[in-house]
C-alpha cells in the first residue's frame, strides 16, 4: 500500500518528467557563470561496428554474438537451435519496462498470456510454460516454485537473449520450450552518465539512472538503478518499486577478469485486477454483458503484495598462457514474499454462469508467506584443440544448483461481490489452517560437455551431452525425499556458406524436474522428451541483419495430468511447427523487426482420452508482427524518430475440451520520438485503438483482459 510519502516521492518523478525537456534545452544547462560546457556523447564500437563482446551493447536491433545457445562467446549462426535477441535499443525503442513487454515482438514466445501483471513476468516458448524453469540470469537459472522466485526489473538488462527449444544439455533441467537469458549491465571502461524519467497514462512515473566509470587502470564501475510508482490501468492497482544494480569490474591483465554483479529490489502493490474472471462475461457476453476491464474484485483494504529480494555474485575468467581459460560463475539470492489478496472464482456458487439471474462473483481469500534462498555455481573449462584438419572448440563444466523455499498458503473464508457493481469494504476470514507450510530444499549437481567443431572450410558441428542429480527434501506440510538422475545430449550440424547463409539440424533431448504429488503419494517423475530442428539462418551482406527460419518438432512426455486431488502422470503433448524472424539495421536510418510463428499444439497422450488430439488451453498456435522505425538523419526533421509496429495473435482454447475459443486480437503500437545531442523524448503508445480483448484463458473460471491504451512519455539526457 503507498504511503503519503511515497505519494510525495511519485510527485516528484512525475514533474521532473514534465520538466526535463525544458530543462535539457534551457541555456542554464549549458553554461555555468557564462561559462560554456561541451558536452560530446560518446560512441564506442569494436571493429567494424561490431559488439566488443557476447554480453555486451547491442548495435540496434541486431545482435552478432552469444553465449546462451552454447556458454562459449559464439557468432548466432553457428548455434544450432533458433536464438533470439532483444538489445537495450531494442526495448527502449518499444517502450518495454518488463521483460515479458520486450519479448512481445519475438518468434516462438508467447508474452503475457494473462495480461498484465507487475510482478511476474509470465513467458510461453514454443508452446510451454518457461514461467518457473525457464528463466536465467547471466547464465544461472531463475528457478522458481510456488511463490517464490525472483523478479528481474528490464531497466538493468543489457539484453534478453532466447534459445528455442531443449536447453537441458548446456543448463540441466529446464522448460522444454525454451529458455530465456537475462544479461545484465555490467562496466564497460567507458564514461557513462545517464538519467531517464518518464510518466504513464495511468498516472505511474519512474525515474532511472546509469553511471559508470573507470575507477582506475585496472578497476571499472557501474551502477544503475530505478525508482517507480503510481497508479495501475484497473481500479484501486497502484504500486512502488526500487531497484539497485551496482556491479564492478577488477581487471589485473588481459588474462584475468573479475566482475562482481548485486541487485537489491523491493516492491510493494495492491494487486491489478482484470484477472481471474470468468469466460462468460469476458470473451462473451454473461445475461448482463461484460465485465469491466478496469473492474477490481480484491478488497483493497487487505490486499497486499511486499517483496524484498537480494542478489550478490561474480564472474571470474582467468586464461592461461596455453589459450585455456577458466570460469566460475557464482551468485547467491534471496527473496521473500508474502502477499494477500481476493480474486474471483466464477459466479456463486462456484459457477462457470451466472446462475438464477445472480450476478455475484464467488471470491477466494489467499494469504502466503515465502522466503527464497539459492546458491548457484558453474565451473568451466574452454580450450581449442586441433586434430587434422578439424578445429575444437572444448568446454567442460560441474555446476551446483542449491534452491530452498519455506513457504505458507492458506485460504480463508471470503463474501461474494457483484459483477456489475461491486461495492467493496466488507469483512472478511477468517483465515483457515495453512493446506501447505514446508520448507523444501533441492540439491543439483550436473557435470557437463561441448565439443564445437569447424572443417572443410565451413562445416560446423555442435556436440553436447550432461547428466545431472536431483534431490528434493521436504519437511513440515507436506513432506517428502525424492532423488532422480538423467542425462541430455544435443548434436548439431551446419555449413557456413560465404555469402552468410548458414542451414542447420539439430537434435536434443532434455528433462525437467517436477516438484509435484501424484495421487498415489508418490512424487512425479522429471518431465522428459525430445525435440528435432530444421533452420537457416541469413546474415547479409547487403545490410546489417539476421534472418532466421526453423521447422520443429518438439515432444514432452511424463507430463501430469488430471485433477488436483487425482494427480497421474501419463500425459505427452507434441508442439510442430514453423518460426522465422528477421532483425534488421537496414541502413542507419531504418530499423526493423518481424516475425511470424504457427505451431501444431496437440495433446498426445492423457489420463482423460476424451481430451487426446486436442490443442492444449491458453496458448494460441500463431502469432505474427513487425516493427519499424526511421530516424530522420539531416534536414529541418534531423533527429525525429516515427515507429510503428503490429501485432496479431492468434485465437486459443479456454478448455482442454476445446468447446470454449478465445477469439484472435491485432494491436498497434506507435513511437514517437526526438534526439539530439545528447538528450531525447519519446512517447510510445501500445494498443493504440484502445481494444478490448481478452488475453487468454486458464479454464473458463481464469481469463485475464489485455492491457488498454497505454501511453508512456520519457525523456533521457546523458554526458
Given at each position: ?349 462456484f459457477s462457470p454462469q451466472p446462475v438464477d439471474g445472480n450476478y455475484d462473483l464467488s471470491r477466494i481469500n489467499f494469504r502466503h508467506d515465502t522466503t ?148 498415489d503419494g508418490s512424487q512425479a517423475r522429471p518431465e522428459t522428451g525430445q ?189
Open positions: 500500500m503507498i504511503t503519503p510519502r511515497r505519494k510525495l516521492i511519485l510527485r516528484v518523478l512525475l514533474g521532473s518528467t514534465a520538466t526535463l525537456p525544458v530543462f535539457l534545452s534551457s541555456p542554464l544547462y549549458a553554461q555555468e557563470n557564462g561559462t560554456p560546457i561541451q558536452l560530446q556523447q560518446i560512441t564506442v564500437e569494436s571493429g567494424e561496428g561490431g559488439e566488443a563482446s557476447a554480453t555486451g551493447p547491442v548495435r540496434g536491433f541486431v545482435a552478432e554474438r552469444t553465449t546462451t545457445g552454447s556458454k562459449t562467446d559464439t557468432p548466432i549462426e553457428q548455434i544450432p537451435q533458433a536464438v533470439s535477441v532483444v538489445g537495450r535499443e531494442e526495448m527502449d525503442d518499444l517502450g518495454a519496462q518488463k521483460v515479458d513487454e520486450a519479448l512481445r515482438y519475438t518468434a516462438g514466445v508467447f508474452a503475457q498470456p494473462f495480461g498484465p501483471d507487475t510482478d511476474t513476468n509470465w513467458l510461453y516458448i514454443r508452446g510451454f510454460d518457461a514461467t518457473q524453469s525457464g528463466t536465467y540470469l547471466d547464465g544461472l537459472q531463475n528457478f522458481s516454485y510456488g511463490f517464490g522466485g525472483f523478479l528481474i526489473d528490464s531497466f538493468g538488462l543489457e539484453r534478453i537473449e532466447v534459445l528455442k527449444g531443449p536447453a537441458a544439455a548446456l543448463y540441466g533441467g529446464a522448460n522444454p520450450g525454451g529458455m530465456v537469458n537475462y544479461i545484465s549491465k555490467r562496466p564497460t571502461g567507458e564514461r557513462l552518465r545517464y538519467v531517464e524519467a518518464g510518466v504513464n497514462s495511468f498516472g505511474n512515473g519512474y525515474l532511472g539512472f546509469d553511471i559508470g566509470d573507470k575507477a582506475s587502470d585496472v578497476v571499472d564501475y557501474r551502477v544503475n538503478g530505478i525508482i517507480s510508482g503510481g497508479d495501475g490501468y484497473t481500479d484501486f492497482s497502484e504500486d512502488f518499486r526500487g531497484v539497485i544494480s551496482p556491479s564492478i569490474t577488477w581487471k589485473p591483465d588481459e588474462a584475468t577478469k573479475f566482475t562482481v554483479l548485486a541487485n537489491y529490489t523491493h516492491l510493494d502493490e495492491t494487486h491489478n485486477g482484470g484477472a481471474f474472471l470468468p469466460y462468460f462475461g469476458t470473451v462473451v457476453d454473461a445475461p448482463f454483458g461484460k465485465i469491466s476491464r478496469k473492474a477490481n474484485f480484491t478488497e483493497p483494504d487487505i490486499d497486499s503484495y511486499d517483496r524484498e529480494q537480494a542478489s550478490i555474485g561474480y564472474e571470474l575468467e582467468h586464461t592461461f598462457e596455453n589459450d585455456w581459460t577458466v570460469r566460475q560463475n557464482l551468485r547467491y539470492g534471496f527473496s521473500h514474499v508474502r502477499e494477500h489478496s481476493l480474486y474471483p472464482f466464477g459466479y456463486v456458487p527464497v534462498n539459492t546458491f548457484l555455481v558453474d565451473n568451466q573449462l574452454q580450450g581449442k584443440v586441433t586434430t587434422g584438419a578439424i578445429e575444437h572448440t572444448l568446454l567442460f563444466g560441474v555446476e551446483y544448483k542449491y534452491f530452498n523455499i519455506d513457504q505458507m498458503q492458506q485460504t480463508g473464508g471470503a463474501t461474494p461481490i457483484s459483477a456489475v457493481d461491486p461495492v467493496h469494504g466488507e469483512p472478511q476470514g477468517p483465515m483457515f489452517d495453512p493446506y501447505i507450510d514446508q520448507n523444501l530444499k533441492r540439491n543439483q549437481v550436473g557435470i557437463y560437455a561441448q565439443d564445437q567443431l569447424r572443417f572443410g572450410d565451413g562445416w560446423i558441428v555442435t556436440l553436447n551431452g550432461r547428466y545431472d542429480y536431483v534431490s528434493d527434501k521436504s519437511e513440515g506440510l507436506p513432506a517428502y525425499r525424492d532423488h532422480e538422475g538423467r542425462a541430455s545430449g544435443r548434436f548439431g550440424v551446419g555449413y557456413e556458406f560465404e555469402n552468410g547463409l548458414t542451414p542447420y539440424a539439430s537434435v536434443a533431448t532434455f528433462f525437467n524436474p517436477v516438484i509435484e504429488a501424484l495421487g525435440q528435432y530442428e530444421v533452420g537457416v539462418k541469413y546474415r547479409p551482406e547487403a545490410f546489417d541483419g539476421l534472418i532466421t527460419a526453423s521447422f520443429f518438432d518438439l515432444t514432452k512426455q511424463n507430463v501430469v495430468t488430471g485433477p488436483s486431488t487425482a494427480r497421474e502422470q501419463i500425459g505427452e503433448v507434441n508442439s510442430r511447427g514453423f518460426e522465422i524472424e528477421a532483425q534488421a539495421n537496414i541502413t542507419d536510418a531504418w530499423r526493423v523487426t518481424a516475425a511470424f510463428t504457427t505451431y501444431k499444439l496437440e495433446v498426445t497422450e492423457d489420463a482423460d482420452a476424451a481430451i487426446i488430439g486436442n490443442q492444449p488451453y491458453l496458448v494460441p498456435e500463431t502469432q505474427a508482427s513487425l516493427f519499424a522505425q526511421y530516424t530522420f538523419l539531416d534536414g529541418a526533421l534531423e533527429g525525429l524518430q516515427l515507429g510503428a509496429g503490429v501485432r496479431y495473435v492468434g485465437s486459443s482454447y479456454a478448455d482442454a475440451e476445446n468447446q470454449y475459443k478465445v477469439p484472435d486480437v491485432a494491436l498497434v503500437d506507435l513511437k514517437l520520438g526526438y534526439e539530439k545531442d545528447n538528450w531525447g523524448v519519446d512517447l510510445n503508445v501500445t494498443n493504440l485503438f484502445d481494444k478490448d480483448y481478452v488475453a487468454g484463458c486458464q479454464t473458463i473460471f481464469s481469463c485475464g483482459y489485455g492491457e488498454g491504451r497505454k501511453a508512456l512519455l520519457k525523456a533521457h539526457v546523458k554526458w
